[in-house]
């Protein structure tokens, strides 16, 4: 549909188009993927769905595996198959039908993805609704953590605050 608006807007009547018989289920999933991942409006938690998926059918068994075969880096993998650990009620703030802006972003999903299902229900019914950015609502929500004693992950330096720190080495 886009390509025949875009087309038409250009003024051209008729164009040659290329029609793609998979033999393979699974290949035609991963280019569905690979080629709509920026068109489809997708869920960071519905792509990690899929990334997993993609990675089983594949046997895709490492995390740089993966990243490899999609063409992505380490840490965009990692951070959406941690998603995968959180509780339905948390997915459901990721949903795609929640307008991006008050969406739950991925560095929430991520940091929640540490703790157990009870957890992570008590920090989103309690985080307050004006906290509308992932820096304040991580904040607030180490900040509960600390008041509730639960022992919280360790923090990953970006390399930029490692060589900051420590220096080049």
Request: aromatic share 8%; charged share 25%; net charge positive.
């Amino acid at each position: 549909h886009r390509r025949r608006e875009a087309l038409k807007k250009a003024g051209i009547l008729f164009a040659e188009i290329l029609v793609k018989v998979y033999a393979d289920p699974k290949q035609e999933r991963l280019d569905g993927f690979l080629l709509n991942a920026d068109r489809v409006p997708l869920s960071n938690y519905e792509i990690a769905c899929e990334v997993q998926g993609l990675a089983r059918d594949f046997g895709w068994e490492t995390q740089q595996k993966i990243a490899d075969n999609l063409g992505k880096d380490l840490s965009w993998v990692s951070s959406h198959l941690a998603l995968l650990k959180l509780c339905p009620e948390v997915q459901d703030l990721m949903a795609s039908s929640i307008p991006k802006k008050k969406r739950l972003k991925i560095p929430v999903g991520v940091f929640l993805g540490h703790f157990e299902y009870p957890t992570q229900r008590h920090l989103i019914t309690h985080m307050p609704k004006e906290l509308a950015s992932a820096t304040r609502q991580l904040s607030w929500m180490r900040s509960e953590l600390i008041r509730l004693g639960v022992t919280l992950p360790p923090q990953k330096l970006r390399p930029s605050k490692v060589r900051e720190r420590f220096g080049n080495f």
